[in-house]
């Protein structure tokens, strides 16, 4: 039920995701999960895919949606906007929801709002012919903008409309419904498809990139925070650990680049009398840029412990 992100081609048919051709609809930001679980048993003849960056969101929307028996919903963690570039094939949305999106009140934070022109125009190409966006919230400001935004585009039909009732279920909705606030609703259809189809901003490799090195690793006596920068992205190894088999050095290392986040493990384990680095398959990660650099960080930084390249596959 979980999608990781080592599993996606760009883009991925979503019948190879759910295992049967239906209509697709995704949940962005599903929160607990509650809607999600809900939506899903009432429409058993639609694939529903769900989005979220928090990981303790996903934790409880899993719960839920295992323990109500589901088959027809997938789950991914991670930013909305890597999953409907990068993932999701032209037209192949037939319905999206938003349901009290963050709205990021401060002018400083207006540009991480999830609803502005880009995404849409994005959008435009990932639905359907007749697709639409349907949107809940309680923010009136974001609400306004939101709409502004689409109106930008020239590319929807734009309803401002009761919310469904079932929009009013979520924990946020009751939230603010027991705080007697207005709740809005705007159904965005898609009238027209921007030119621009907006291919895959993230680069994929089919194989993971790794190094050999000489030399004798490092005893690991005291390790800083390393940080590499790279057009696009950045990759932070944040912690080195010796494996328990005293042999080999484990990194944990974040890498960002454009809306994907991903943490992996690199390991440098001695093989063949030499020492090989590579990005071990735990997580199911995906391989990048950013991973590639992640090899390229860690291999430099053994040199600087005294270590000499041997062969680089990076
Ligand atoms: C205010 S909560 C609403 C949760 C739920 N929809 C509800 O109504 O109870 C907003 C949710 O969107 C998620 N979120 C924010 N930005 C996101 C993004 N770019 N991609 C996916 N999820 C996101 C947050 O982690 C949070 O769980």
């Excluded at 895919?49 to 934790?59: K, Y």
């Excluded at 899993?62 to 789950?75: C, E, H, I, K």
């Excluded at 903008?145 to 009013?168: H, M, N």
Aim: hydrophobic content about 40%; proline content about 7%; glycine content about 8%.
């Amino acid at each position: 039920m979980i999608l990781r992100t080592g599993q996606f081609t760009f883009p991925t048919p979503p019948a190879q995701l759910f295992g049967r051709e239906a209509p697709l609809m995704l949940e962005i930001g599903f929160g607990d999960g509650g809607f999600l679980t809900d939506w899903a048993a009432r429409h058993p003849d639609w694939n529903v895919l769900g989005v979220e960056i928090s990981p303790g969101s996903m934790r409880r929307a899993f719960g839920r949606v295992r323990r109500a028996g589901l088959t027809n919903v997938r789950l991914y963690l991670g930013q909305a906007r890597f999953l409907v570039r990068n993932v999701l094939p032209l037209r192949s949305l037939s319905l999206v929801y938003v349901n009290f999106p963050d709205p990021w009140p401060k002018k400083r934070h207006q540009e991480r709002r999830l609803l502005q022109a880009p995404f849409f125009e994005l959008l435009s190409t990932r639905l359907a012919d007749g697709g639409a966006l349907r949107l809940t919230t309680d923010d009136a400001p974001y609400f306004s903008f939101a709409l502004e935004e689409a109106e930008k585009t020239g590319l929807y039909r734009i309803e401002v409309t009761e919310p469904p009732p079932e929009t009013l279920q979520t924990k946020y909705a009751r939230k603010w419904q027991a705080q007697q606030k207005p709740i809005y609703h705007a159904v965005f259809t898609k009238q027209a498809e921007a030119s621009d189809p907006f291919p895959p901003s993230i680069e994929r490799y089919d194989v993971m990139h790794h190094a050999l090195l000489e030399g004798t690793l490092p005893a690991l006596e005291r390790f800083e925070k390393l940080v590499h920068a790279f057009r696009g992205g950045h990759v932070i190894v944040l912690e080195a650990y010796r494996t328990l088999d005293g042999t080999g050095l484990l990194f944990l290392v974040r890498i960002e680049e454009e809306d994907l986040t991903q943490e992996v493990l690199v390991e440098a384990r001695p093989k063949d009398g030499k020492v090989l680095v590579r990005v071990l398959p735990f997580g199911l990660p995906l391989s990048t840029r950013g991973t590639r650099e992640a090899i390229r960080c860690l291999t430099e930084w053994l040199e600087t412990q005294g270590m000499r390249l041997a062969e680089a596959f990076f």
